[in-house]
């Protein structure tokens, strides 16, 4: 009797993985990759980086998956994981900085992503709006820029990205505001 992986919960999934079963893992891979890669790359802005960093978090999630907690969200476990990953991938690139003396900013690698818009004229505008955007969010606190990606581009309800980031709801909503009110700031100068 094959069990249909697809209609089981996060929780049994890695209940089953840990049982050996190594399909299970591949469909947790299979739900969650496209959030954590959007959010990998909104953290750190580079698109061939993000490729490997989540496949760094999905690595080191089925390391530690014996740490998971069944009864909460694994989204919210693995985007922990990836925003510490990114945290980790920005300490090594401000090293490298110092020793190479790189300028690479976020706006100038936020343009290497396709956009997949249908019109060279809608494009254009949007395009620039974009560009802009990511340059506000790139210049935003990382304390302020996780909650906006967690919470705007994931859609983690407040209580899973209070748990992704192992703070309290109260401080996630006030990040959030803080967040969104320096980005209207930001937008507004330019």
Not at 48 to 70: I, M, N, P
Request: a positive charge; charged letters at 25%; proline letters at 2%.
């Amino acid at each position: 009797m094959s069990l249909d992986l697809q209609a089981c919960s996060d929780g049994e999934l890695a209940t089953l993985t840990l049982a050996g079963r190594q399909a299970a893992f591949a469909e947790i891979m299979h739900r969650h990759q496209t959030a954590i890669f959007r959010l990998v790359r909104g953290m750190i802005g580079n698109a061939e980086e993000s490729l490997d960093l989540t496949q760094d978090c999905f690595v080191s999630a089925f390391g530690h998956l014996r740490k998971y907690d069944g009864a909460r969200p694994l989204r919210a476990w693995l985007s922990r994981i990836a925003i510490n990953k990114c945290r980790d991938w920005r300490r090594r690139q401000k090293v490298r900085q110092l020793f190479t003396f790189s300028s690479t900013t976020y706006a100038d690698e936020i343009e290497q992503v396709p956009d997949e818009a249908p019109s060279a004229h809608a494009s254009a505008a949007s395009k620039l709006e974009l560009k802009q955007l990511a340059a506000a969010i790139g210049t935003l606190p990382a304390s302020l820029r996780e909650v906006l990606l967690l919470r705007t581009v994931e859609g983690l309800s407040q209580s899973e990205a209070a748990t992704a980031l192992s703070i309290s709801g109260k401080a996630v909503e006030t990040r959030l505001y803080r967040a969104r009110a320096r980005l209207a700031e930001i937008l507004a100068e330019e």
